[in-house]
């Protein structure tokens, strides 16, 4: 029964998402009040509805349906609650289902929320939402059905990739969900804009907590992502230009564009078409984020190798969208009228130059992703790999660094570059003093040496901003941007270090033979068998000794029994100046144990840094919200004075 | 600067910067695209030495074996019409067994043999990695 309410509200949804398109274009096209006095129930019922089916779906997986096609291929009954739940979109059909209601929910929000702009400009917004949403309904319903029935049920199901239980791993995808929905909403804006021949800073203003939203999200489920990846696949890697991990970052680097350029449209009413062609992009990216990851043409492990039909449909879609997207800016781009002019040496400036870099690194990453897809279709095996990105993208994001130390201080409309130079004096004696100290004390290679030398420059130029003023009268957005750029320099350290400074040790072990690595002396003390949920291991007891301090580490080698699978559980001991990073491997026949140890010299920064950058991202968001209201207030205040 | 200069600048360096970026990967895409090669492949094309490559094919039945250090491993890898052997040293990962796909990362050596660097098994029984699915067959899990 639970299906069949799911399957009735996925359709009425569908049904309400065409229904609010043609109300939106009848009324633009005709200015009648019928058609637009109701695209805004219209969005909010569509909404609701995409709710409902979702809400079906985990409601399915929690009861352990196996009449449901979906529940039996990526479920198992004596899976753990929390994985049965988060296995709702652990899989193609749910993570799909799980897009579209975000974005009925997100358009729903709009619906509400939305006051400031233009009664026109919102209904081309919410057209231009159903228009997203029903392709996604029509490829839920056409070509991947979650609640389809399986004739024979199974007693238990298939189970679910153990890799993928794992309690991160399950909020990963909502998360970045959000942050791709929010950037179609922020698309949305911007067509609707388009539509009604009203690019300003209004639409500016209105898309701009959507970005901001969505990017803070972006952010954190990049850093949790790589995070998991880090601990759970046990290479010691943070972060493999895997196709999926780039799916993420080409729409968080076409949002953090977007995002400084829409600060220039919203506060200088300059960058007009520019913040356009953004929001187009980073739409686009997402767009493509999703195909890559949902139509199994990747070597990757959330990949599934589903039927091509639905990489056909999926890419259909993306021709639609993404043509559609670019037919409809390059016929009214015309109309848009240039907006404020600025000098080069300015805060504009340096957000174009921002911009300009951040695109380059953007296509760089688009290029060696989706090149050796577009070689396969020539039937050339190509495989891109890390050292590819590395040496292309890694020198233009350390200019990037530059450019991110030097903007803030910038004035708006023009700035004097002498003057300019006086206050980079301290992040340049900083960047300097690092540099010369790293190589007299421990000389890493040339990009780590740049990369950390630069930080310290960074670190210092971002906090620059803050000096000689009131810091409790300091808005929050300037706080929010301090904290981001902060974020990134720590990040950057954490990256530099973990290349430069690593020390690993591969072993196969006796119990109670000493193994050095880095500071630490680790022994095998024992192995015994640990029993889990759904799983059973060999655990390792690991004694690691630094000047006197010694702490225990229990890395597993676990089985499961539903697939049948062996996954490796890295154990990790973080001290203050870097993690122990241990991974138990097999035994020989002599009774020796593989052992394959890291110590990862300030490696938590990489994350602690991912974590500072979101929390700006959040502050921004609360800072302009609260400026908002004030402003609000003030206007009512006004009218009963 | 009129604003309709100030545009046509902005678009211009629109296009530089793509233009740049599409310049770089192309040159970083020269040196550095590491070729993906099955063991006929390397029949047919000569040994590409010198730079980092990927491996991909069937672990042969029978063919694993683990040397005294205890952590280095010998097997080969075939692809229906050629084999080659490599040598890895570290962990495998959990899904590293014969018969099963594998695509190892590393170099080759003169005599044809591969160092493997990193090896990347087939993740689950729904996950063939595309280097592969052409090469052979795929099994389905379910009836559909």
Known sequence: ?641 | MKAKHQRLTLALLGVAAVVAAALLAMSAMKDQAAFFYAPSDVQRQGLPLGRAVRLGGMVQAGSITRARDGVTVHFVVGDGRATTPVTFAGITPDLFRERSGVVAEGQFNRDGSFTATNLLAKHDEKYMPPELAGKMHETKTLER
């Open chain 1, 1 to 641: 029964m639970t299906a069949e309410i799911g399957l009735a509200a996925l359709w009425l949804a569908a049904a309400l998402a065409a229904l609010q398109l043609v109300m939106a274009a009848l009324g633009l096209a005709r200015g009648q009040p019928e058609p637009v006095a109701a695209v805004r129930p219209i969005a909010i019922v569509q909404g609701a509805l995409a709710a409902i089916t979702m809400i079906a779906l985990i409601a399915l997986f929690l009861a352990s349906d196996m009449s449901v096609k979906l529940v039996v291929e990526n479920s198992h009954s004596a899976k753990p609650w929390i994985y049965k739940f988060a296995g709702a979109w652990g899989n193609h059909e749910g993570s799909m289902l799980l897009w579209v209601t975000i974005l009925g929910l997100a358009g729903g929000a709009v619906a509400i929320l939305e006051r400031r702009l233009p009664e026109r400009t919102l209904i081309a917004t919410l057209g231009a939402q159903a228009g997203i949403a029903l392709g996604f309904y029509a490829f839920l319903l056409f070509a991947s059905n979650p609640f389809a029935r399986i004739s024979h049920a199974p007693p238990n199901g298939l189970g679910l990739n153990p890799l993928l239980q794992d309690p991160g791993l399950a909020f990963h995808p909502p998360t970045l969900y959000i942050g791709y929905v929010g950037i179609s909403v922020a698309f949305s804006f911007a067509v609707g804009a388009l539509i009604t021949r009203d690019v300003g800073p209004a639409f500016a203003r209105a898309m701009r907590p959507w970005v901001l939203a969505s990017w803070v999200f972006l952010t954190l489920g990049i850093t949790a992502g790589s995070y998991w990846a880090y601990y759970e696949l046990g290479w010691g890697g943070w972060w493999f230009w895997d196709p999926v991990e780039n799916a993420s970052l080409m729409p968080w680097l076409a949002a953090t564009a977007l995002l400084h350029s829409v600060t220039v449209l919203a506060t200088r009413d300059g960058l007009r078409a520019w913040t356009v062609m953004l929001a187009v992009v980073a739409f686009s990216m997402s767009m493509i984020g999703t195909f890559l990851v949902r139509s199994g043409i990747l070597t990757s492990v959330h990949a599934f190798a589903v039927d091509p039909e639905r990489g056909a449909f999926i890419l259909a879609l993306l021709l639609i969208y993404i043509g559609g997207a670019l037919a409809l800016f390059a016929a009214r781009i015309g109309t848009v009228r240039a907006g404020n002019t600025f000098e080069f040496v300015s805060r504009e400036g340096g957000l174009v130059i921002n911009n300009l870099l951040l695109s380059v690194i953007l296509g760089i990453v688009l290029i060696g992703t989706l090149y050796p897809l577009v070689a396969a279709s020539f039937g050339v095996q190509l495989s891109v790999g890390p050292p590819f990105f590395n040496k292309a993208a890694g020198p233009i994001a350390l200019a990037l660094v530059v450019a991110m130390a030097v903007g803030p201080l910038l004035r708006w409309r023009r700035d004097d570059a002498g003057a300019l130079l006086d206050r980079l004096i301290w992040p340049i004696a900083a960047t300097g003093f690092t540099g010369a100290a790293l190589v007299v004390l421990a000389p890493p290679g040339v990009l780590p040496l740049l990369g950390i030398s630069l930080a310290a420059g960074l670190a210092v130029a971002s906090i620059l901003p803050l000096i000689g003023r009131n810091l409790l009268r300091t808005p929050l957005f300037t706080w929010g941007m301090v904290v981001a750029h902060l974020g990134i320099a720590v990040s950057l350290v954490g990256m530099a270090c973990d290349s430069a400074y690593t020390a690993e040790t591969l072993i196969a072990a006796r119990v109670g033979q000493p193994v050095r690595v880095g500071p630490y002396v680790v022994r095998l003390a024992g192995i015994k068998p640990v029993v889990g949920d759904n799983w059973s291991a060999l655990e390792a007891r690991l004694t690691a000794t630094r000047d006197d301090d010694t702490i225990v580490l229990r890395p597993q080698s676990r089985f499961f029994t539903d697939p049948v699978t062996a996954t490796s559980e890295s154990a990790i001991a973080t001290e203050w100046d870097g993690q122990l990073y241990t991974v138990l491997g097999q035994a020989d026949e002599q009774g020796r144990w593989q052992l394959r140890l890291w110590w990862k010299p300030f490696v938590t920064l990489i994350w602690l840094g991912g974590v500072l950058i979101a929390l700006g991202g959040a502050l921004s968001l609360i800072g302009r919200w609260r400026r908002e209201r004030r402003e609000r207030r003030v206007v009512v205040q006004e009218r009963y004075a």
